[in-house]
Structure formats: structure tokens, C-alpha cells
């Protein structure tokens, strides 16, 4: 039996094959015979220029109905699809490019030139482009090549993906995804969350990771449905979509964005079954604040990159803020201490995780993937939690100061690296602190020599070009030195402490 990923979409496609899948913002729909034919018409473009089963494909474009297609196409090639967030700098890119050895690159029209003269050749990796708007030289090619319906034979371990998330240590790391690993996790997040006949999704998510690739897109191709697709976050388009539709999955700051808009009510929402909400805690004040505007409860939910989603809050039954819920079906876990031995309940440690969508290790990193395992098989998510005695969990904390700000995850030695090699640095520390808009944002605290005189914005305009925008401060303090304990070690906390009102007044958005 054929374990493509692919296989199991096809196979849930509606009867009527002209029913929409895809509905872009101007209203231009693609059906499921479309996607259906025009993932075929790519993949062959894929393998006519050489690429193969297990081969990488690095991706860097704007969100597209195209885009979609492309994704589908390599899983039907047995391609191991690599999306790079559309933020980050050649500089960046460069790592992920020469760590993966892609036999192709995709990326915007506008960084043609760029991307050709990092990649110089190497690996005889193939270049093409794709717009936001459907141009570019894949579609010029598409526009020229037959349909191509064979779906390459993909065991359940064969990789689908590889989606890079930062390292502590500054460099990322690549977590590969097998064919089982997703479908899993998509079969079992469609059984939870009910979904039905008639269920019509927004999406409005980046597809460069898990929750908007995996999580939306499967759930909606799994149940036969239509998505709204739209570029990006736009209240006004989500308030216009609202009624066509039956289930919303964002971010918290779509929520908290969505809650400024006086339209925002409960029969504006009446045909609405479930908005869903991940990728950042959701605060307490956004969960109640939107259930008294709109008589809806938000469902959290908890996933990482390595594993998918994780646990869910029910859907029949009560949906606590503060609170991830209970481990999907066929997920299991414990909360343990430094050794992975379970703590009693109530108990904070760090959240342990087995099942059939927790990862096959980090690309070409087989040390840093042991390590990341106990003997037993339990993955070690690096997550502070609690169990309830009914095995509710609660996530309290993050190990190794990660950052998450907009939904985006950030690992402060990431930045620290590039701040510390600007002339005029001594040492940086980056901490997040809470944000009204975006949950938390980045702030470096920095050390100057004597030499060079730096300011805020300065280092933020060296930074432009560096990192990619989400993980550059949005503020900087300059500090004669970074506490330490009596081992040296920076306080974070402390610089946390010193610096988490700083947006209290701030309006959202800003």
C-alpha cells in the first residue's frame, strides 16, 4: 500500500470533483479537479528537471493557491518539501541552503538574482521563481507541461518535509517529517475537532510552517472542503468571510486584532462552528474578552514544530484558558524531571512526548537528535507543563529561553550571535517580554565598547539586512554590564523583570 501522503488526500477528495478546494481573495476559485490536475502538471515540471523521491526542494515564496499546488506536488514526486519563512534574509537562507543540499530552489521573482548568486552552482541545484501572483518561471514552464498522475510509492517512514526551527546554540535545526508523521497527526486533529459536511475554513495563516501548512490545509483537503485563502491577515477580509464560513484557525493576535473591530458580534458569528487558536498562548483576557463579544469560546490548542500538534482542549466538553487541553489520540506523554522521571501531578517539569507524529530526528544532526530522545522513546520537548489528575496539561514555561512572538519561534542565541559580531558590541542578551499585539517581543540588552558610540537605532538598522524581521528587537537598551550570578551565568530573568512593562502602553499594532 502506497503511503504517500498524497494518496490519502486523493482518496478524501469530494465526488463532485468540481466542488471548490481553493477560493483565492479576489474570489477566483480552483477546484478539487484542478488541484487534482494542476499538482500532477507540477510534479512533472519537478521531474523533469531531475528532481527524485527523497530529494529536497527548498521553497521560498509568497503565500498562493500556487504555492499550495507546488507543496502537493512534491509529495506526490516523493520530494522532501523544505519551506523557508518568506522574512529571512540571503544570509539566512544561505545555512538552510547549503545544510539541505536541495536539487531545487523555488523562490520569489524579486530574489531571483540573489538566490542565483548564493547558491553559485552547487549541489547542481536547478532555480526557479514564483510570485505571489502566480508569475514567475514555474508557471512559464507549467504553462508548456503535460499532466503527470503517477504519486511515487512512499513508505510511512520516507520523509515529507524538512521544516528548520533555531537552535540554542544559533544554528537551526532541520526536523524531518515522514509521510506517517503527517498524516497521523492530520487524521487524528479531523476526528477531535468535528469536522463535517458543509465546514468552510478561513485561512489566513503563512504556509512556511506546521500550523498554517499542516494543520489547515490537511484538515481542510482531508474533509473535502473549501478554504478561503488569503495572502495574509487582514481583519477586514475575515470579517467579510465570516459568514460563508465555519471554522477560523489563527494565531492569538488574529484574535486580539478581531476583538478591536466593532463588527465583531454574535450574529455576525452565528454561522461560525469553531475558532481555533495556537502558535503562542492565548491570554486569558483575549479568551474571555472574545466569548463575551462574540458568545464563542476559543479552542487552544499545543504543537511544536518536531510533533505537530500535541494536545487540544475538546470540543465537546470545557475549554479552560490557560490551558492546552488533553494529548491527541494515539499521542501519549508525562511531565518529568531533569532525569524523565514522572513528577506527581500538579507538578511543573518538562513536558515528555511519544506517538506516531513526533519526528524522525533533526537533519544530519544524529548527536543533537539523541540527545533530544530518552531510551524509552519519549521525546523531550523542552516545554514546562503541569498535568491535571485528568491528564489536562497547562504549558507554564519554556526551556532555553525561547522567544515566541506573533506565533513565531525565536531562540535568543540566534540574535545574540549577530548582535555581538556588530563593531562596538562587547555582549548582548535578548529576552522577550510580554506585548499586547504579538504576545512577546524580542528586547536586546546590550554592552558597548569603548570605542564605537552605538544607539537603539543603530543597531536595529544593522540588523535589517541580518535577521529576518520578526526576530530583530523592537527595542534595545544599552546597559555598562548584563547581570550575572555568582557562576557568571547572565539573569535573564532579571533582564525580563527590568524590561516587561515597556509596552504596557502601547496600542496593538504598534
Known amino acids: ?24 481573495a479576489d474570489g477566483v476559485q480552483t477546484s478539487y479537479a484542478a488541484v487534482d490536475r494542476d499538482s500532477g502538471r507540477m510534479a512533472g515540471i519537478l521531474r523533469a528537471v531531475g528532481v527524485e523521491p527523497g530529494d529536497r526542494v527548498l521553497v521560498q515564496v509568497e503565500k498562493s493557491v500556487e504555492a499550495a499546488l507546488l507543496y502537493l506536488a512534491c509529495l506526490r514526486v516523493g520530494a522532501v518539501y523544505l519551506p523557508l519563512n518568506t522574512a529571512y534574509t540571503e544570509h539566512e537562507v544561505a545555512y538552510f541552503f547549503e545544510d539541505a543540499e536541495p536539487k531545487l ?31 514567475g518561471s514555474l508557471m512559464d514552464a507549467f504553462a508548456h507541461t503535460a499532466v503527470d498522475d503517477r504519486i511515487a510509492e512512499r513508505a510511512g517512514d520516507d520523509l515529507a518535509a524538512i521544516l528548520y526551527t533555531s537552535g540554542t546554540t544559533g544554528r537551526s535545526k532541520g526536523a524531518m517529517l515522514s509521510h506517517e508523521n503527517l498524516a497521523s497527526n492530520a487524521l487524528a486533529l479531523h476526528e477531535i475537532w468535528g469536522w463535517c459536511a458543509g465546514d468552510v475554513l478561513i485561512h489566513a495563516l503563512p504556509i512556511f510552517h506546521v500550523h498554517g501548512l499542516f494543520v489547515a490545509i490537511h484538515c481542510a483537503l482531508l474533509n473535502a472542503s473549501p478554504m478561503l485563502f488569503l495572502p495574509r491577515f487582514d481583519a477586514d477580509a475575515i470579517l467579510e468571510r465570516i459568514p460563508r464560513a465555519s471554522v477560523l484557525m489563527g494565531v492569538p493576535t488574529f484574535y486580539t486584532r478581531l476583538l478591536e473591530r466593532p463588527e465583531l458580534s454574535p450574529s455576525l458569528c452565528a454561522g461560525m ?17 472574545f466569548e463575551q463579544r462574540t458568545g464563542m469560546r476559543i479552542l487552544e490548542r499545543y504543537g511544536m514544530t518536531e510533533a505537530g500538534m500535541i494536545t487540544s482542549n475538546p470540543l465537546h466538553g470545557e475549554r ?20 524523565g522521571r514522572e513528577v506527581p501531578r500538579g507538578t511543573p517539569g518538562v513536558l515528555e512526548i511519544t506517538g506516531p507524529n513526533v519526528f524522525k530526528g533533526y537533519w ?20 514546562i507543563a503541569t498535568m491535571a489528575e485528568d491528564g489536562r496539561i497547562a504549558i507554564v514555561g519554556r526551556a532555553k529561553d525561547l522567544i ?32 499586547p499585539d504579538f504576545g512577546e517581543a524580542v528586547v536586546a540588552a546590550v554592552v558597548a565598547t569603548g570605542g564605537r558610540q552605538l544607539g537603539e537605532a543603530d543597531v536595529i ?20 554590564e548584563l547581570p550575572r550570578n555568582t557562576m557568571g551565568k547572565v539573569q535573564k530573568n532579571q533582564l525580563r523583570e527590568m524590561y516587561s512593562d515597556i509596552f504596557d502602553h502601547q496600542t496593538p499594532g504598534g
Request: aromatic share 10%; hydrophobic share 40%; net charge negative.
Open 461 to 480: 538598522a544593522l540588523l535589517a539586512d541580518r535577521l529576518a524581521k520578526f526576530k530583530q528587537p523592537k527595542r534595545v537598551f544599552f546597559l555598562p
Open 105 to 135: 530552489v523555488v523562490c520569489s521573482p524579486g530574489n531571483h538574482a540573489g538566490m542565483k548568486a548564493m547558491m553559485d552552482d552547487r549541489f547542481a541545484a536547478r532555480l526557479l521563481t514564483l510570485g505571489g501572483d502566480g508569475s
Open 320 to 339: 479552560i484558558p490557560g490551558s492546552v487541553g488533553y494529548f491527541l489520540p494515539g499521542v501519549s506523554g508525562r511531565v518529568a524531571d531533569d532525569q
Open 404 to 435: 515566541i512572538s506573533g506565533g513565531f519561534n525565536i531562540y535568543p542565541k540566534e540574535v545574540e550571535l549577530v548582535i555581538d559580531d556588530i563593531e562596538g558590541v562587547k555582549e548582548s542578551a535578548v529576552v522577550g517580554v510580554p506585548h
Open 364 to 383: 544530519r544532526m544524529p548527536d543533537k537528535t539523541a540527545s533530544e530522545f530518552r531510551p524509552d522513546g519519549h521525546f523531550i520537548t523542552g516545554d
Open 1 to 24: 500500500m502506497n503511503a504517500n501522503l498524497y494518496t490519502l488526500f486523493q482518496s478524501r477528495f469530494p465526488f463532485d470533483y468540481e466542488a471548490c478546494c481553493f477560493e483565492n
Open 273 to 289: 462552528r469553531l475558532f481555533i487558536s495556537g502558535s503562542a498562548p492565548l491570554l486569558e483576557e483575549t479568551f474571555t474578552a
